[in-house]
C-alpha cells in the first residue's frame, strides 16, 4: 500500500513538471508571438485610424502589452535556457495572467469603439487551448477572466443580449480549457505510466542495474553504431566467486544486500553516460563499454575488481580471501558484419571460465590474466 501510494505521489509530481515545463515552452512561443503580431496591430490602427480619436491612445496601451510580451519573452528564454525548473510555475501563470488581462481590456477598448466580440473571442480561445495550468489555478484565471470581460462588456453599454451572450462564450471557453487540461494531462499521464512500465521491465529490481532486456536492447541500438563509426566495444563479464557458499553461511537477505554493494561499487566505477551496466543473472554482472583501446578495458576492469576488494564484505569461504572477490573475463572488438554481440559475450564468457579455473579473484582477457594465478599459468600484469 505505501509503495503504490508512493509511486502514485512520484507520478503526479512527474506530472506536474512535465506540465509545468511543456507550459513554459508554450508561455515562451506565445510571448514570441504578441511580439510580432502587436506591432501589425499597430501599423493598422496606424494607417486606418479604425478607433477614431482613441487610436493614440490605444497604441500607447499596445506599446506597453508590447514591452510586457518582450519581458516574458527573454525570461522566458532564461528559464528554458537555464532549466531553472522552480521559476517555471511562476513564469508560466503570470505570463498567461498578463496577457490574458491585456486581451480582456483590449476586448472592451474593441467592444466599446467598434461593438465587436472580436478580441474577446480571441481571448477566451487563447485561454482555453494555450495554457495547461494546474485545476486550482485554471478555475481561478478562468473565473477572472469571465468576471473581467463581463465587466468590460457591461463599461462599453451594450445590449442586455450581449451580455448573455458574454456569459455563454464564457462558460463554452471555462468547459473547453478543462476539456483541454483534463486531454493533456491524461495523454502525459500515460506517457509517463508507459515510461516508467518499460523502465521497469528492462531494470534489475533489486540492484537497480539493467537486466538481460535491457542490456540487449541498449546492444542492439549501440552495436550498429559502433559498427558505422569503427569504434571499439568491450564486454566485462564478473561473477561473484564462491556466492552460493556466501548465501549458505550467511543467508538469502545478506546475499541480497552483498548484491545491493557489489552493483552499487560498479555503478560508481563505470560513470560514463555510455557505460551499460546490467545484471545478467544470480550473481553475474555485465558492463558493456565502448571507445575504449584493449587496455584500456582491461584496466577498467582492474579497477573495477579492485573497488569490488576494498568493500570488504566478509567472506564465509576463505579458499580465496576472507573477503569477498570477483572473477571476470574480458572481450573487445570493432564490430562489423562479420561478428555480433552475442558472440562477443559468448567469448566473454569463456574468458570468465577460464578465470574461475585458474585461481578466481583475477581477470582474464585473451590469453593473459591479470591478479591472481594458479599454478603459473598466462601473464600477471600489475595495474
Not at 150 to 161: E, H, L
Amino acid at each position: 500500500m505505501g509503495r503504490e501510494a508512493g509511486r502514485t505521489l512520484s507520478t503526479k509530481k512527474e506530472l506536474q513538471e512535465t506540465l509545468d515545463r511543456k507550459n513554459t515552452v508554450r508561455a515562451f512561443l506565445s510571448a514570441l508571438i504578441h511580439v510580432l503580431t502587436i506591432p501589425v496591430f499597430i501599423l493598422i490602427i496606424h494607417f486606418t485610424g479604425m478607433y477614431g480619436d482613441f487610436s493614440a491612445k490605444i497604441k500607447i496601451y499596445l506599446y506597453v502589452c508590447e514591452g510586457a510580451q518582450i519581458v516574458f519573452g527573454i525570461w522566458g528564454y532564461y528559464i528554458i535556457s537555464r532549466n531553472e525548473m522552480d521559476k517555471r510555475a511562476f513564469y508560466n501563470n503570470s505570463c498567461f495572467f498578463v496577457t490574458t488581462l491585456c486581451t480582456v481590456v483590449m476586448a472592451g477598448i474593441d467592444r466599446f469603439n467598434t461593438g465587436s466580440f472580436a478580441f474577446y473571442l480571441l481571448g477566451l480561445l487563447y485561454a482555453a487551448l494555450v495554457p495547461v495550468m494546474r485545476r486550482g489555478i485554471r478555475s481561478i484565471y478562468s473565473a477572472l477572466f469571465a468576471v473581467g470581460s463581463i465587466v468590460s462588456v457591461v463599461v462599453a453599454k451594450p445590449a442586455g443580449r450581449d451580455i448573455g451572450d458574454a456569459v455563454l462564450i464564457g462558460i463554452a471557453a471555462f468547459i473547453a480549457c478543462a476539456a483541454v487540461h483534463n486531454y493533456v494531462s491524461e495523454y502525459e499521464r500515460m506517457g509517463i505510466n508507459l515510461r516508467a512500465k518499460t523502465l521497469t521491465s528492462e531494470k534489475d529490481p533489486l540492484t537497480g542495474l539493467m537486466n538481460r532486456r535491457g542490456l540487449d536492447k541498449n546492444a542492439a541500438v549501440l552495436w550498429p553504431y559502433c559498427s558505422r563509426t569503427s569504434t571499439m566495444v568491450g564486454i566485462i563479464e564478473l561473477d561473484i566467486d564462491f556466492f552460493k557458499k556466501y548465501n549458505d553461511r550467511f543467508g538469502h537477505p545478506a546475499g541480497d544486500r552483498c548484491l545491493k554493494l557489489i552493483a552499487k561499487s560498479i555503478k560508481q566505477s563505470a560513470r560514463r553516460s555510455s557505460d551499460i551496466t546490467a545484471r545478467t543473472g544470480g550473481e553475474e554482472f555485465l558492463i558493456f563499454v565502448q571507445g575504449m583501446s584493449e587496455k584500456e578495458i582491461v584496466e577498467f576492469a582492474m579497477k573495477i575488481r579492485g573497488s569490488i576488494n576494498d568493500l570488504k564484505i566478509p567472506h564465509a569461504y576463505a579458499g580465496v580471501s576472507n573477503y569477498v572477490t570477483v572473477s571476470m573475463g574480458v572481450a573487445f572488438c570493432v564490430p562489423n558484419a562479420a561478428n555480433s554481440f552475442d558472440e562477443l559475450y559468448e567469448e566473454a564468457d569463456k574468458a570468465l571460465y577460464t578465470a574461475k579455473e585458474n585461481g578466481r579473484n583475477c581477470v582474464v582477457s585473451g590469453n593473459k590474466i591479470y591478479g591472481r594465478m594458479k599454478k603459473g599459468l598466462g601473464t600477471v600484469i600489475s595495474l
